[in-house]
């Protein structure tokens, strides 16, 4: 390697797995120097379309928070088997018990899951993060997250949207109309919090669900005393302006029944039929309603470790068909095939071309979890953020 040219050399490993790639601080000086140039994040990012998403999985136990790894092969859904690898990512010696918030390009944003501060930022593989400056705090409060990076000044924010039920309840009193509060962090330049303004919505509680053209995404519910629909997408471009998304013309939604998921380089819609299955819309040009096409409609099925469990409360998910419909819509493989996660946490493979749903088989896997969708790639040269 020391006798390649340093282009040839950032070239081949910027195809490496990233675990492979990590591995390669420990080799010798040479090898870390190269790990570490400020080009290959970006030579390695550049790929990031031609390989499959891995997976990080983050399992919520209530008696031990742990992040862990898997690579799933999508070109070759016949694999025997995955194994899940743990991460240390250092996440555990700032707070016992944590969320994932948002992720991108390689990065987590992980918050205190009881008090949601402090917030970090972190890479997984490479054992770095830097904590945020902590955000002022609410008696009562619900808090929805977001977190991208934006594309033209490659500036990583945070977003909070903060619904305060007290001022909601003075509002209510008053007959005003209801808000909730954004704020917002750009990573590594702001010592403090920035208050944006008031969004008249109310957002479930947790991450935003689709990072899209430097956008973040959520479905929020309008306010009664509010005009206009109760249901919409919310938009929050990193360039800080706020925007609303033409919902698909897919009949009655919740914020239980409908999420979203970016396929095909797409906004996508997911709208789940309880125990009828479920219906994919794709916004086939960014912004424009009339784009939205309903391009699959995923029957139900039982995943194999329903099917082979026989606790009394999988039995009753058996008989509500619940267990029968995927909960989310995680991710695309290159080969176009897509991937579901059920309400018990079984990994299944769907494919549009013979409409055939595969159990994906993964050895260990925790037992409860949270999939996150990543590229990943070694970012610390890009945040100043360490080695």
């Known amino acids: ?35 570490q140039d400020p080009r290959l994040p970006i030579i390695y990012h550049a790929r990031a379309s031609t390989r499959n998403p891995c997976l990080i999985l983050h399992c919520d136990s209530p008696i031990q928070n742990k992040l862990c790894f898997v690579s799933i092969n999508g070109d070759n859904p016949d694999q025997d088997g995955s194994r ?23 990065l987590l944003c992980v918050s205190d899951a009881l008090y949601f501060n402090p917030i970090i930022v972190c890479n997984p593989f490479a054992g ?30 945070v977003v909070r949207i903060v619904f305060n039920f007290n001022t909601y309840r003075s509002l ?3 007959g005003w109309p209801r808000k909730s509060d954004v704020e917002v962090l750009t990573v590594g330049i702001d010592h403090t919090w920035r208050y944006l303004g008031p969004v008249p919505w109310r957002l479930n509680p947790g991450a935003s669900e689709a990072l899209l053209n430097g956008s973040l995404h959520w479905v929020t519910m309008r306010y009664k005393n509010n005009p206009g629909p109760r249901l919409r997408i919310m938009s929050f471009d990193l360039a800080e302006d706020f925007g609303e998304i033409g919902l698909p013309d897919c009949g009655s939604l919740s914020v239980c029944n409908f999420h979203l998921v970016v396929l ?3 906004l996508s819609a997911v709208h789940c039929l309880d125990d009828k299955g479920m219906e994919i819309w794709i916004m086939k040009e960014y912004k424009v309603r009339e784009s939205w096409s309903k391009d699959y409609i995923i029957g139900t099925y039982l995943p194999a470790s329903l099917r082979e469990n026989a606790r009394p409360h999988v039995e009753m998910l058996k008989k509500s068909g619940l267990g029968r419909g995927a909960s989310q819509v995680v991710c695309d493989w290159k080969n176009g095939e897509i991937l579901l996660e059920y309400v018990n946490g079984a990994l299944v493979s769907y494919n549009p071309e013979n409409e055939e749903l595969k159990d ?25 953020i360490g080695a």
Do not use: H
């Open 128 to 157: 770095s993060y830097l904590e945020l400056a902590k955000a002022t705090q609410y008696a009562q409060e619900e808090l929805a997250f977001g977190f991208g990076c934006n594309s033209s000044t490659m500036e990583y924010k």
């Open 172 to 174: 209510r009193d008053r």
């Open 1 to 35: 390697m020391e006798n390649l040219p340093l282009d040839v050399a950032l070239d081949i490993l910027s195809r490496l797995p990233i675990t492979a790639l990590v591995r390669t601080k420990c080799v010798c000086r040479t090898w870390q120097a190269l790990a």
């Open 84 to 106: 899940v690898r743990r991460i240390d990512a250092r996440v555990n010696s700032i707070m016992a018990e944590y969320q994932v918030v948002g992720s991108c390009n390689g």
């Open 264 to 266: 095909r380089g797409c």
């Open 360 to 384: 994906l088989v993964i050895f260990d896997p925790p037992k409860w979890f949270c999939s996150i969708v990543e590229s990943l790639f070694l970012v610390e040269a890009i945040l100043g």
